[in-house]
T-cell receptor, first 117, second 116 residues
Framework: AQKITQTQPGMFVQEKEAVTLDCTYD???????LFWYKQPSSGEMIFLIY??????QNATEGRYSLNFQKARKSANLVISASQLGDSAMYFC??????????????FGQGTILTVHP | EAQVTQNPRYLITVTGKKLTVTCSQN?????MSWYRQDPGLGLRQIYY???????DKGDVPEGYKVSRKEKRNFPLILESPSPNQTSLYFC???????????????FGSGTQLSVL
């Protein structure tokens, strides 16, 4: 079974500063993918970044980077130079490719990020 | 425009009255799935479909039904809704979920369901 844990219900950051949103996971699948999605107050789900379990380098997409530590089973999202528009709910998610995980996607509880001017 | 269309956006109903939430995608995606979002619980997968006529249970399938008769449509059916099914529902799709894990999901706009 897959499990995603986001231990920070809410985070606050000053505009232009960097912030790290935590995500830990548990899986027995030999191969898996980790995703981060953003949900603004308008409700839509926006894909931010992807990390494969066998990728040699940490993923980056513009101001977003993923601090992937496989041994620790963590996949933290780092947002550099925060902007007011970054205020939103952030979800970590995982998909596996083995056995009973095939086709399943597991999300964490989410972290609400508030960016202060 | 590539999109996943869910209808309705808002729905208020009463206990026991059958309802269907529709989901349609125009990207020729093989994979489609349904989620419910509840405060403090994040998104939980209800059902998913790897392709036409292939569906399987997610983590919280009780009280829900799905069908995948056509590639583009994946309706969610609540045959006898109960108040504990009050939630925000999302439909999502992606390309084939094979050995690769990197296929991101495209989400619909969500359906806010209230069961009285």
């Amino acid at each position: 079974a897959q499990k995603i844990t986001q231990t920070q219900p809410g985070m606050f950051v000053q505009e232009k500063e960097a912030v790290t949103l935590d995500c830990t996971y548990d899986t027995s699948d030999p191969s898996y993918g980790l995703f981060w999605y953003k949900q603004p107050s308008s409700g839509e789900m926006i894909f931010l970044i992807y990390q494969g379990s066998y990728d040699q380098q940490n993923a980056t997409e513009g101001r977003y980077s993923l601090n992937f530590q496989k041994a620790r089973k963590s996949a933290n999202l780092v947002i550099s130079a925060s902007q007011l528009g970054d205020s939103a709910m952030y979800f970590c998610a995982m998909r596996g490719v083995g056995g009973t995980s095939y086709g399943k996607l597991t999300f964490g509880q989410g972290t609400i990020l508030t960016v202060h001017p | 425009e590539a999109q996943v269309t869910q209808n309705p956006r808002y729905l208020i109903t009463v206990t026991g009255k059958k309802l269907t939430v529709t989901c349609s995608q125009n990207m020729n995606h093989e994979y489609m799935s349904w989620y419910r979002q509840d405060p403090g619980l994040g998104l939980r997968q209800i059902y998913y479909s790897m392709n036409v006529e292939v569906t399987d249970k997610g983590d919280v399938p009780e009280g829900y039904k799905v069908s995948r008769k056509e590639k583009r449509n994946f309706p969610l059916i609540l045959e006898s809704p109960s108040p504990n099914q009050t939630s925000l529902y999302f439909c999502a799709s992606s390309y084939r979920q094979g050995a690769r894990t990197n296929e991101k999901l495209f989400f619909g706009s969500g359906t806010q369901l209230s069961v009285l």
